[in-house]
Nanobody, 119 residues
Framework: QVQLVESGGGLVQAGGSLRLSCAASGNVYTFNNMGWYRQAPGKQRELVAT???????DYGDSVKGRFTLSKEKAKIAVSLEMNNLKPEDTAVYYC?????????????WGQGTQVTVSS
């Protein structure tokens, strides 16, 4: 089984920076996609940023140029560097990992971490 441990959420002023980290443990040695989604009150969950095992990146339109996703090779983990944060970035951020093989297609989610940006 796979567990995702998230860290780095908190309160920050507009224009500030914050880093979110997510590490996977358990029966996982690689991944198809891994990254972050977010959900604000009254809105649907949306893509923030994901990365493939080979390093291909995908960013949501609202965070392009401000957020940077990276991955570690020593362990199954990603870090999201969030810069120039805006109040509209306020949301619960969820780590996600997608594992796809010829044998199975599985997805796991973290518990969510709150990011609040004050104006």
């Amino acid at each position: 089984q796979v567990q995702l441990v998230e860290s780095g959420g908190g309160l920050v002023q507009a224009g500030g920076s914050l880093r979110l980290s997510c590490a996977a443990s358990g029966n996982v040695y690689t991944f198809n996609n891994m990254g972050w989604y977010r959900q604000a009150p009254g809105k649907q969950r949306e893509l923030v940023a994901t990365i493939t095992w080979s390093g291909a990146l995908d960013y949501g339109d609202s965070v392009k140029g401000r957020f940077t996703l990276s991955k570690e090779k020593a362990k199954i983990a990603v870090s999201l560097e969030m810069n120039n944060l805006k109040p509209e970035d306020t949301a619960v951020y969820y780590c996600n990992i997608h594992l796809s093989t010829v044998w199975a297609d599985r997805e796991f989610w973290g518990q969510g971490t709150q990011v609040t940006v004050s104006s």
